[in-house]
């Protein structure tokens, strides 16, 4: 026993001992081991959370360990923390973004369905981290997968009022167009009628158009007192009046009077002298 420990010391005789590099940049090993007078080489570049990038993790031999005088350490180098990019999986369906998440070195999590505007339902609609987030290897993805587009119900605003019919709409979720009509039979401001009608189920969204009245249209009679019969009637029929004319010559009475609001298509009475 005695001579074979004789034989390993006489072997060590004369090494050096390797320092510690741990944590140091390479520079700054490689000076180190040049005033040893030993060389250094790069045997391996690895990941690290712990050891920022560029720095040692370890040595081959390690710190106190013996090498021959001008014999070579290896150094192990961080490349720092690994991360993998998470990449853009938007509009495949959840089988294949599986695949591909899997394929990256990620862990597919949970799978959400929720509805979308634009996203057909079945297909990915953004991952939970989003595309372009960096994370560490076997992290988990979730899925968020669209349903398609919602189905609500649209009831019928015949009516009622039209701003408040507008305020609804626009709240569910509806795109409206309003046009403004004159109506006899629907007060001004309500609506006279709605294009689709009332529907248990239409995707949300959907185009509205909303027809709202603006009442009566009334005309103020004009003045067409000492006009010849062809200019007057030609002045009130382009205001949508009709004309009714008794006698010949220069309008010198108006019925209706002039000034009195009336309904488009109303009939203005026309006397000439």
Do not use: C, H, W
């Not at 690895?46 to 920022?52: A, G, I, K, L, T």
């Not at 961080?78 to 938007?90: D, F, H, Q, T």
């Not at 529907?199 to 969204?205: E, F, N, T, Y």
């Amino acid at each position: 026993m005695s001579l074979v420990f004789g034989v390993v010391r006489f072997l060590d005789i004369g090494k050096v001992t390797v320092p510690s590099l741990v944590g140091l940049s390479k520079a700054e090993a490689v000076k180190v081991l040049d005033d040893l007078a030993l060389g250094s080489e790069v045997s391996d570049e690895v990941f690290s959370e712990d050891v920022q990038k560029g720095r040692i993790i370890s040595t081959k031999p390690g710190g106190g360990g013996r090498i021959s005088p001008e014999g070579v350490v290896g150094l192990v180098i961080s490349k720092g923390p690994e991360r993998i990019l998470i990449s853009n999986l938007v509009g495949i369906t959840p089988d294949i973004a599986s695949q591909k998440i899997a394929d990256l070195g990620l862990a597919v999590g949970e799978i959400f369905e929720v509805y979308d505007m634009k996203i057909e339902s079945g297909f990915v609609i953004k991952t939970e981290p989003e595309s372009g987030s960096e994370v560490k290897r076997s992290s988990t993805v979730n899925l968020i997968v669209s349903k398609g587009i919602e189905k609500i119900t649209l009831t019928s605003f015949v009516g009622k009022g039209g701003e408040q019919a507008l305020s609804e709409l626009t709240e569910t979720g509806f795109d409206v167009d309003v046009e403004y009509k004159f109506s006899d039979g629907v007060f001004k401001g309500q609506v006279i009628s709605q294009t689709p009608d009332k529907s248990d189920a239409i995707p949300k969204g959907s185009k509205i158009k909303l027809f709202v009245s603006k009442g009566p249209e009334f005309i103020f009679v004009p003045n067409v007192i000492g006009k010849s019969k062809n200019s007057a009637t030609l002045d009130l029929e382009n205001l949508g009046l009709r004309v009714s004319i008794k006698g010949s010559g220069k309008v010198n009475n108006i019925s209706p009077a002039i000034g009195s609001k009336v309904k488009q298509g109303s009939l203005i009475t026309l006397t000439l002298r």
